[in-house]
């Protein structure tokens, strides 16, 4: 029996996902990593719960990367590749859960915390939050997609910038990046994030979901695909209770009841 080092709480319609090592600033080690895809697979089946955040415990990291004395112990190259392919793999099953996700992200998202960062839909962040891939100084290259999913984000040009640099970059520099959703203060993360997850959950369930689909689809693949998806979405979407509630209430001039 072993101490959990991640915790899941469900409440209503919004689930919390926190990894808890602050003394190790929530390094992501493979019990971490399994952790989460065991939550993944959780909500994955939940249909209940719509927004999900992902948080660090303590104050002063998200998560300060993979668990570099965990990885010192790795024998073979095989072995690192490997443990980095499955990582990546649960990563992606995080991004592609139904519900949306948010990292709110309240200290330093260093190596594989910004590339959990990177695996949630939104991020939001306090001014006191640092971001960087510093893996070069080990020797290393970012191994949980972050070499992906960064360039996506925020461009190929900084996202090889950022990584052959290994620069800590301020929330304020990492927002202007385009990295952020949003920065708040210290003090305001947590009530900000619990803003706008009420304002997504006033909204129909199904086309929450559907929406992240569609996005997601899109922008991996080409725009006439996407669009396509979009259009065939759509008409599914028209036909159910919630688009016909939506419609009424507006007509009616009242806020639907989804
Ligand atoms: N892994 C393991 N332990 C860590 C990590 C980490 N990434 N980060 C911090 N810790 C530990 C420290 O060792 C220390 O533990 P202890 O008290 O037992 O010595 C404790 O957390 C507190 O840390 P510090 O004393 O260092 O705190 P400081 O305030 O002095 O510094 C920093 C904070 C700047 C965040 C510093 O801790 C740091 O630089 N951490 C490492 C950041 C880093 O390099 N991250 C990238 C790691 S590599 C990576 O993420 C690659 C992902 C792909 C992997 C693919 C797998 C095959």
């Known amino acids: 029996m072993y101490d959990k080092l991640t915790e899941l709480e469900i409440n209503g ?44 415990a303590g104050d002063k990291a998200f998560v300060a990367g993979a668990d570099i004395k965990e990885m010192q112990d790795f024998k073979t190259a095989k072995e690192a590749s490997d ?8 990563f992606t099953t995080l991004e592609n859960i139904p519900q949306i996700t948010i990292a709110q992200v309240q200290g330093f998202a260093l190596g594989g915390g910004l590339e ?5 839909d939104l991020i939001i962040a306090s001014e006191k939050a640092r971001f960087g891939l510093p893996e070069v100084t080990l020797g290393l290259i970012p191994g949980f997609s972050g070499t992906q999913r960064l360039a996506r984000r925020i461009g190929v040009a900084k996202t090889i910038e950022w990584i052959s640099t290994a620069n800590k970059y301020s929330a304020q520099e990492a927002f202007q990046a385009g990295l952020l959703n ?13 803003d706008i997850i009420d304002k997504i959950l006033k909204n129909a369930p199904t086309a929450l979901k559907i929406a992240k689909k569609v996005v997601k689809f899109g922008s991996a693949s080409s725009f006439k695909e996407g669009c396509l998806l979009e259009s065939e979405e759509f008409g599914l979407l028209f036909n159910t209770p ?8 507006f007509i009616e001039k009242r806020a639907p009841n989804f």
């Open 242 to 249: 919630e688009a016909k509630e939506g419609l009424a209430a």
């Open 13 to 56: 319609k919004k689930a919390t996902l926190k990894i808890n090592r602050p003394n190790q600033l929530n390094a992501l080690n493979k019990q971490v990593i399994k952790e989460i895809f065991d939550h993944c697979l959780l909500l994955k089946d939940n249909s209940d719960v719509k927004v999900l955040v992902v948080c660090g």
């Open 182 to 194: 949003h920065v708040t203060k210290h003090e305001e993360l947590v009530f900000f994030t619990s």
């Open 116 to 120: 959990l960062a990177l695996a949630c």
């Open 83 to 90: 443990f980095s392919q499955y990582a990546a793999n649960i």
